[in-house]
């Protein structure tokens, strides 16, 4: 059987698209039994140059050709309005979708699938989070037997490169992202990536697809890494923890915490190993215990092989008649909710006078909010590390786990202190110890 594909948007990702399907449409057809013909491409520019060269035949302006042709729609155009719309429009024409708009997915979900859910078809996407890691499937299928309790992802490239360098090259935020934009991971405006919300709409999707409702992208909190000093890097290295840019959502007394936040993880853990511009996710379940993808999160052809990888399982699904498998999640309002209160560790560094009695009254501040003191660092160390003699040197505090409404409170009548000097930085810490 034959499915008829037509793609809309013939940027990084779809050129990538289209290069796959043309090159290796026979090795699918004999993997799967269902002939792939990609009968459209729809761009607004077909004079920018491109990686691959898409045959003139298959060349539109015109997306509604794609819409009329195809029995299956890829979107890649990215952006909301423009995607919405077409997605929609697809889908009450009886078209099957796939896409790998992340931020549609993350904000405008719910709707989407409901519709696609009404009309009886298919919308793939894999491509809208991890790239070419399969994680999207995996949660709906690999997994689906297990509750899931945790994920914690390294879900944006860009972000891990720069703190990568900041880690092991001492880099100012600064250095660091523009060495990120003279090498091509980092955009002109890199306020997506720096500022987290490219990680949080990957983290959404993967949320809902957990825990089995549509979250809403505004309760999910999202926090980015361009206010990080290299001196908390460092010293964050010398207590034996690396700095990631974490994607969280995970499961506490019935609640659900979805954030997006530095943290400090164990220089052990596995995913504080993930350098460079890779992506790493690390799902637990009750019964597989955890476990985790490593891969390429974003670029051409990583993204255009989960983006064929969505193509072939609506396709086949399409050929062989079956009912259409829309998603495992309820998107609807359930029981489950998200925890804005979230408990976690925490270093906090101060600017403190080089004088007795300073960390007295930051600990009684802390104890009348049940935040307990688990470590001070040294002053020495910490002075020597930050380059600095006095007479403000740096205070560092690691806590016991807290709730974040009462370390913030916390903070606020610290920063009042006539012993502190400016803003006090928190950095949160993921570990089991408390």
Same mark, same amino acid.
């Given at each position: 059987?034959? $499915? %008829? /594909? =037509?793609?809309?948007?013939?940027?990084?990702? #779809?050129?990538?698209? &289209?290069?796959? !399907?043309?090159?290796?449409?026979?090795?699918?057809?004999?993997?799967?039994?269902?002939?792939?013909?990609?009968?459209?491409?729809?761009?607004?520019?077909?004079?920018?140059?491109?990686?691959?060269?898409?045959?003139?035949?298959?060349?539109?302006?015109?997306?509604?050709?794609?819409l009329t042709e195809s029995d299956l729609v890829v979107e890649l155009v990215g952006g909301r309005d423009f995607a919405k719309r077409l997605i929609l429009e697809a889908i009450d024409m009886g078209k099957h979708v796939v896409t790998a708009n992340k931020h549609l997915l993350?904000?405008?979900?719910?709707?989407?699938?409901?519709?696609?859910?009404?009309?009886? $078809? %298919? /919308? =793939?996407?894999?491509?809208?989070?991890?790239? #070419?890691?399969?994680? &999207?499937?995996? !949660?709906?299928?690999?997994?689906?037997?297990?509750?899931?309790?945790?994920?914690?992802?390294?879900?944006?490239?860009?972000?891990?490169?720069?703190?990568?360098?900041?880690?092991?090259?001492?880099?100012?935020?600064?250095?660091?992202?523009?060495?990120?934009?003279?090498?091509?991971?980092?955009?002109?405006?890199?306020?997506?990536?720096?500022?987290?919300?490219?990680?949080?709409?990957?983290?959404?999707?993967?949320?809902?697809?957990?825990?089995?409702?549509?979250?809403?992208?505004?309760?999910?909190?999202?926090?980015?890494?361009?206010?990080?000093?290299?001196?908390?890097?460092?010293?964050?290295?010398?207590l034996g923890y690396t700095l990631k840019l974490l994607a969280i959502a995970k499961m506490v007394d019935s609640e659900v915490e979805i954030r997006v936040h530095p943290t400090f993880i164990h220089s052990e853990e596995a995913l504080a190993k993930v350098s460079g511009v890779?992506?790493?996710?690390?799902?637990?379940?009750?019964?597989?215990?955890?476990?985790?993808?490593?891969?390429?999160?974003?670029?051409?052809?990583?993204?255009?092989?989960?983006?064929?990888?969505?193509?072939?399982?609506?396709?086949?699904?399409?050929?062989?008649?079956?009912?259409?498998?829309?998603?495992?999640?309820?998107?609807?309002?359930?029981?489950?909710?998200?925890?804005?209160?979230?408990?976690?560790?925490?270093?906090?560094?101060?600017?403190?006078?080089?004088?007795?009695?300073?960390?007295?009254?930051?600990?009684?501040?802390?104890?009348?909010?049940?935040?307990?003191?688990?470590?001070?660092?040294?002053?020495?160390?910490?002075?020597?590390?930050?380059?600095?003699?006095?007479?403000?040197?740096?205070?560092?505090?690691?806590?016991?786990?807290?709730?974040?409404?009462?370390?913030?409170?916390?903070?606020?009548?610290?920063?009042?202190?006539?012993?502190?000097?400016?803003?006090?930085?928190?950095?949160?810490?993921?570990?089991?110890?408390?």
């Open positions: 059987m034959k $499915v %008829r /594909v =037509g793609v809309v948007g013939c940027g990084v990702v #779809g050129t990538g698209t &289209v290069e796959l !399907l043309l090159r290796n449409r026979e090795l699918i057809r004999k993997r799967t039994g269902v002939d792939f013909e990609l009968v459209k491409v729809a761009d607004i520019d077909w004079e920018r140059e491109r990686e691959f060269h898409v045959p003139e035949e298959l060349r539109t302006t015109n997306y509604k050709e794609v993350a904000v405008e979900g719910e709707e989407i699938l409901m519709r696609a859910r009404e009309k009886g $078809v %298919r /919308v =793939g996407f894999e491509a809208s989070v991890g790239g #070419g890691i399969p994680v &999207v499937r995996s !949660l709906r299928e690999g997994l689906v037997g297990n509750r899931i309790r945790a994920i914690y992802g390294i879900l944006n490239g860009t972000t891990n490169y720069i703190l990568t360098r900041m880690f092991e090259e001492g880099l100012s935020f600064e250095k660091a992202l523009k060495e990120a934009k003279e090498k091509g991971y980092a955009e002109a405006d890199p306020s997506l990536d720096v500022d987290g919300w490219d990680a949080a709409h990957k983290i959404t999707i993967l949320a809902s697809f957990a825990f089995g409702r549509y979250f809403p992208f505004s309760e999910v909190y999202v926090e980015g890494i361009r206010g990080v000093e290299s001196l908390d890097v460092d010293l964050g290295k010398e890779y992506n790493a996710i690390m799902i637990e379940g009750d019964f597989v215990g955890k476990t985790m993808f490593y891969g390429q999160g974003a670029g051409s052809r990583p993204t255009a092989s989960a983006v064929v990888s969505d193509i072939v399982g609506v396709g086949v699904s399409i050929a062989c008649g079956h009912a259409p498998e829309i998603t495992p999640v309820n998107w609807e309002e359930g029981t489950v909710k998200v925890r804005k209160n979230f408990y976690s560790r925490y270093y906090l560094r101060f600017s403190v006078p080089d004088r007795p009695g300073v960390l007295a009254s930051i600990s009684r501040v802390l104890a009348d909010f049940n935040i307990s003191i688990a470590a001070v660092l040294q002053k020495e160390m910490v002075c020597e590390i930050a380059g600095v003699k006095g007479p403000i040197v740096p205070l560092v505090i690691l806590t016991h786990k807290a709730y974040e409404e009462d370390v913030q409170k916390a903070l606020k009548e610290i920063e009042n202190l006539p012993v502190v000097v400016g803003k006090p930085v928190l950095i949160r810490v993921e570990e089991e110890a408390e």
